[in-house]
């Protein structure tokens, strides 16, 4: 909840006197610090249900159905009511049947690709005049600085042709009004600012900011994610997202509290394993449990915590983390709390207890500020969640206009600020009254093409509800019925050839956590590239039949990895 992640930091801040506090879904910061550095705030701009009024709609690398089931819901309604659909990703997703555009750039490139839609906007005219001139600044540098994305080259460096470009370009801006909703999936972390910006960009230049129905969307990875930023769960940002060098804000606070705050900038959560095993980090405290602990994203997370001198870990169920731990502290459920959400769309939600507690688990907040207690520091008395959501309304103006008592019935959206506005469903263009939107300039992308031998190619994993061509077949194991079907990977011709393949051929796919048989298909847009889709059925098949007790963790995040193909020789 709101009120264990606004303790947390807090704790860290207050009691161990340091700025090394952040979200574990929090993998992809330079997307929110780009989006605060064009528009002002690092949240979404419209209301989710918005978007069924949506004519045009941009996806970027995000696997919607699944890791946002509700807004996926009225952007369905919105295509069935004749709303265009450009999706740029390498992965096959549910949402690519019903695009209108699916481009399928050599992956690292979509900025590429959305550089060479806004040249298309700009050279036919496409461009929102009126907005441009009334709401942005640096407009005539970031059109000039367009120049470089000559189609040409942008086709050259993407292996998209030109005539897909425009076709997508004139789709999503001659439709108005346009949404853009990105998660930015598979993107390595050195091209994700650039990406965000050419976004950022392509909404102002086409007026779709500030608008209904309109707007910009980034589909965070973990729940609750906006509500921790906004509770000053990170390293770089205090309640409010007041940065942790604005001096009044630390003033400020510094009275709330009643303590001096560091000055000093703190560790995120992409940095912790690197800091490890550097010898920057000797101690760790873990609140619950997250994938991305376990799939890689985060550098080799868990080699690192062995090196730690003292981990702590805040947990429900028993995982390889907890294992680890030198102290284990069991906190309750998302079903036993009570307190506040904060979701996509800025909109904070009162949540209700359903179980009771059994065992001598607690809430989090309790338990971190019992520790706090008993390290001597004062300020962590709390009766309730709602001692603790008032003290969040007075230290983050965002939530100044709130209260419990507000909040009952469906909720209210951030700003929310005494005897001005009690909810903003629809963020303006810039949050600063006197200021203009800025648009950033971005570069063409340098994408890694570092392979590691043994993985020379790169897989795409995709995933779609349902098959209707193919062959499989439906089999019984007692209470449930699995789906048998013969796997196909697509191969680029050149790759093939170099293996010696053709196409039908039997082929294994390997690569360091996985291994399944396919035939090859030489059908892949890209040399280098290799891709696959599965059935979500078959997912849910895996999740069942797992061993973990969160089973949600062993999910596959469809992820880009190295692999390689092995042909398989037939059985005489």
């Excluded at 059109?143 to 042709?161: N, P, Q």
């Excluded at 001096?260 to 609140?287: C, H």
């Excluded at 082929?507 to 298909?521: G, L, T």
Aim: charged residues 20%.
């Amino acid at each position: 909840t709101n009120e264990d992640v606004y303790i947390a930091q807090k704790f860290v801040r207050a009691v161990m006197r340091t700025n090394n506090v952040d979200t574990s879904s929090n993998t992809k910061p330079e997307i929110l610090q780009s989006l605060g550095e064009m528009l002002g705030y690092q949240a979404n701009t419209n209301p989710i249900w918005d978007l069924e009024g949506a004519k045009s709609f941009l996806v970027v690398s995000s696997n919607i159905t699944e890791d946002h089931t509700v807004a996926a819901i009225p952007v369905k309604k919105a295509l069935r009511q004749g709303a265009s659909l450009v999706i740029i990703d390498t992965r096959e997703t549910e949402l690519t049947r019903h695009a209108t555009h699916w481009l399928r750039p050599i992956p690292g490139t979509e900025t590429a690709v959305i550089g060479g839609m806004l040249r298309v906007i700009f050279d036919e005219s496409l461009d929102d005049h009126t907005f441009l001139s009334e709401n942005c600044e640096n407009f005539d540098t970031f059109r000039k600085s367009m120049w470089e994305f000559d189609l040409v080259k942008v086709s050259s460096i993407t292996g998209i042709s030109p005539s897909e470009i425009r076709s997508a370009a004139r789709a999503f801006a001659s439709k108005a009004p346009g949404a853009i909703l990105y998660a930015l999936d598979n993107l390595e972390a050195h091209l994700r600012s650039d990406c965000t910006k050419a976004i950022v960009n392509l909404a102002l230049a086409t007026g779709n900011v500030g608008k209904p129905s309109s707007g910009l969307y980034y589909l965070y990875s973990g729940s609750n994610q906006q509500g921790a930023m906004d509770m000053g769960c990170s390293p770089n940002h205090l309640p409010g997202h007041h940065h942790t060098q604005e001096k009044d804000t630390i003033h400020r606070l510094q009275e709330k509290w009643g303590v001096e705050l560091p000055s000093s900038s703190g560790i995120g959560v992409t940095e912790i394993a690197k800091s490890i095993n550097q010898g920057k980090l000797k101690a760790l405290f873990i609140i619950g449990n997250n994938p991305n602990f376990i799939d890689g994203e985060l550098d080799r997370f868990m080699e690192s915590l062995k090196r730690l001198e003292f981990l702590v870990v805040l947990e429900t169920f028993p995982n390889d983390i907890s294992n680890l731990a030198d102290a284990v502290l069991p906190i309750t459920t998302f079903a036993e709390n009570e307190g506040t959400y904060t979701n996509m769309e800025r909109r904070v939600q009162i949540v209700q207890p359903v179980l009771g507690s059994k065992g001598d688990d607690e809430t989090g907040w309790r338990i971190i500020s019992q520790l706090a207690r008993h390290m001597g520091a004062d300020g962590f008395d709390y009766e309730d969640a709602k001692s603790i959501f008032d003290e969040i309304r007075s230290v983050a103006d965002i939530y100044q206009g709130m209260s419990l008592e507000k909040l009952k019935p469906s909720g209210l959206q951030w700003p929310s600020t005494n005897g001005v506005t009690e909810e903003t469903p629809l963020l303006p263009i810039s949050i600063n009254k006197n200021s203009l939107a800025k648009m950033l300039t971005f570069n063409l992308p340098n994408p890694s093409t570092n392979r590691n031998p043994e993985y020379p190619l790169l897989l795409a994993k995709g995933r779609i509800l349902s098959q209707t061509n193919g062959n499989f077949t439906i089999e019984n194991d007692g209470k449930r019925n699995s789906v048998h079907r013969e796997e196909v990977i697509e191969l680029h011709e050149s790759d093939a050839s170099a293996l010696g393949l053709s196409n039908g051929d039997q082929v294994r796919v390997v690569s360091e956590k996985h291994r399944f048989s396919a035939v090859a298909q030489l059908t892949s847009p890209h040399q280098g590239l290799i891709s696959t889709t599965a059935l979500f059925g078959q997912m849910i098949t895996d999740l069942d039949n797992s061993n973990i007790p969160d089973f949600t963790l062993g999910a596959d995040r469809l992820s880009l990895v190295p692999a390689r193909v092995e042909k398989v020789d037939p059985i005489s």
